[in-house]
């Protein structure tokens, strides 16, 4: 048995056990998991939440849990400023998947088939108001392509229809989508297998930007840091995870689309949808006590997952060209954002960190902040005082017009009509120079108490007022 969920669990609470709760009372998969993160996240706080008793489920649902860079680092095995590095080092380093027998595969200790592989026993949750119904939100989905041979895999969002049926979308010039529509063109049903439930690493490895068709596999066993176990599918000659917590095998009808959406997409609006192709599901295999990962869709945790990688990504790029950088932050808030932090040598480096940055994730980037290498990227009150204090907009500022788009999953990347129709248009895109000028121009000193005698202060000695010292001044 290799690394997987419970092994990363377990991880996590030896080191904290407050960052995974119990939900113990029965819950409304129709936003009841999702009820309680909200909640928790107006409290500022983001455990991870193993719902126990989800209506009409006999399985526990797990959401919630990849939401702050904290425990994105432990499994790197770094500090949160390194993850873009170490990331972007993992994905270059692949290690090929590992064959297991059957026997040896947690995920086969239930295998369901016909009749009885049936997607309302899950615990599926609605996440929000307006969805247009359940929706697997972590669950990542392969698929081998016709002519390389090559299993790929990604997370795509799938709504539920009914017990055997669900939805598929494919956004843009994604692999999955490329795939299937090989398929379509031959008229012929699509083999797929939906993964739910695995180490984080893996559930990173399949939404990692990757040259080509496939290789998923190959960078999850990286980020995992051991080689992933894969077995045969029961209904298909795809190869899916052994230590899965769950398996839901299909294929991708020929001639059958359905509607799709509404559904709450990860910059906080409801985006995507129209006809899609159908899964009809032909297969469910399960560990015993398997536990339904899902991820809260349009939140913190959304954007986690898909950001941290493109980080990665964008810091190789960026370090190829501009060797004095730091590090970047794609921000859990707003993915259209990067923050890049470096050493200016000189004025130049600036705008090639930005445009490289911009062309390595050209689907989502929009807003280019840069700043010196005293600013901690990932603290946002740092990046907003650089930009209040070391930007002038007439002067550090530049907009590029129509850089992205048109239409996909930016809001901006629409116009809006009265009668309720849009049409797809082109954004603009902006680099923020927050740096102060390059070598030898002086600028005013960042204004510090002497690190010395930071280190010397005691917080641990800090107390209350005594009685004397109230009666004395009260
Ligand atoms: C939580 C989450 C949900 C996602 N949903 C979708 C989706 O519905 N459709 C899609 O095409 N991409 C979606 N993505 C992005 C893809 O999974 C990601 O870009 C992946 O690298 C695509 O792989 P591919 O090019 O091999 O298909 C999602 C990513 C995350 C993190
Ligand atoms: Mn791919």
């Known amino acids: 048995m290799g690394k997987d969920l419970r092994t990363y669990l377990k991880q996590l609470d030896e080191l904290n056990p407050n960052s995974i709760r119990v939900v113990g009372e029965e819950v409304d998969p129709r936003f009841g998991i999702t009820g309680y993160a909200a909640r928790l996240a107006e409290q500022g706080e983001y455990p991870g939440l193993i719902f126990k008793n989800v209506k009409g489920a006999k399985l526990s649902c797990i959401s919630n849990l990849l939401t702050t860079y904290e425990r994105i680092a432990l499994f790197l095995n770094c500090e949160v400023p390194d993850i873009p590095r170490v990331f972007g080092e993992k994905i270059r380093n692949q290690i090929p998947p590992t064959v297991v027998p ?44 016709p002519e390389s041979k090559e299993i790929n895999a990604g997370i795509y969002r799938h709504q539920i229809y009914d017990k055997r049926e669900l939805g598929v979308w494919f956004l843009g010039a994604h692999h999955g989508g490329l ?40 960078v999850a066993g990286s980020l995992i840091g051991e080689s992933l176990n894969v077995v045969k599918a029961e209904t298909s000659d795809l190869m899916v995870p052994a230590d899965a917590e769950i398996i839901i095998e299909g294929e991708i009808l020929p001639e059958k689309e359905a509607p799709e959406g509404p559904f709450g997409e990860w910059p906080g609006h409801y985006l995507g949808g129209g006809s899609v192709p159908v899964i009809r599901v032909t297969c469910i295999t399960h560990r015993n006590q398997a536990i339904f990962q899902d991820i809260v869709a349009s939140s913190r945790e959304h954007l986690m997952v898909g950001g941290i990688p493109r980080s990665g990504s964008i810091y190789h790029s960026v370090k190829s060209v501009v060797p004095s950088l730091n590090t970047v932050n794609v921000p859990h808030y707003a993915r259209m954002h990067c923050y890049i932090s470096l050493h200016k040598e000189r004025d130049a480096d600036v705008k090639k960190a930005a445009f490289t940055a911009l062309n390595t994730e050209q689907e989502n980037l929009r807003h280019i902040v840069v700043v010196d290498d005293d600013i901690n990227v ?14 002038d907009a007439e002067r550090d500022q530049l907009i590029i017009p129509k850089w992205n788009g048109p239409g996909g999953l930016l809001p901006t990347n629409w116009d809006y009509h009265e009668d309720g129709s849009h049409t797809a248009r082109m954004s603009s895109a902006v680099i923020v120079d927050a740096t102060k000028p390059a070598p030898p121009i002086p600028y005013p000193k960042r ?7 930071v280190d010397k202060a005691k917080p641990e000695q800090l107390r209350a007022l005594s009685d004397e010292e109230k009666g004395q001044w009260f």
Do not use: C
């Not at 299937?180 to 990692?208: Q, R, T």
């Open 378 to 391: 990932f603290n946002e009150e740092e990046v907003a005082w650089a930009v209040g204090t070391r930007f």
């Open 447 to 453: 204004a510090v108490v002497p690190k010395e005698h």
């Open 179 to 218: 795939i299937h529509k090989k398929y379509e063109k031959e008229g012929k049903p699509a083999p797929v297998a939906i993964v739910l439930g695995h180490h984080p690493g893996f559930l990173m490895g399949a939404v990692s930007r990757i040259q080509g068709i496939g290789g998923e596999y190959e």
């Open 102 to 145: 059957a026997e040896q595969a947690p995920v086969k200790e239930n295998i369901l088939m016909g009749d009885e592989a049936d997607l309302s026993k899950l615990p599926i949750p609605v996440h929000n108001e307006m969805d247009g119904g359940p929706y697997l939100s972590a669950g990542v989905m392969v698929i081998r392509d």
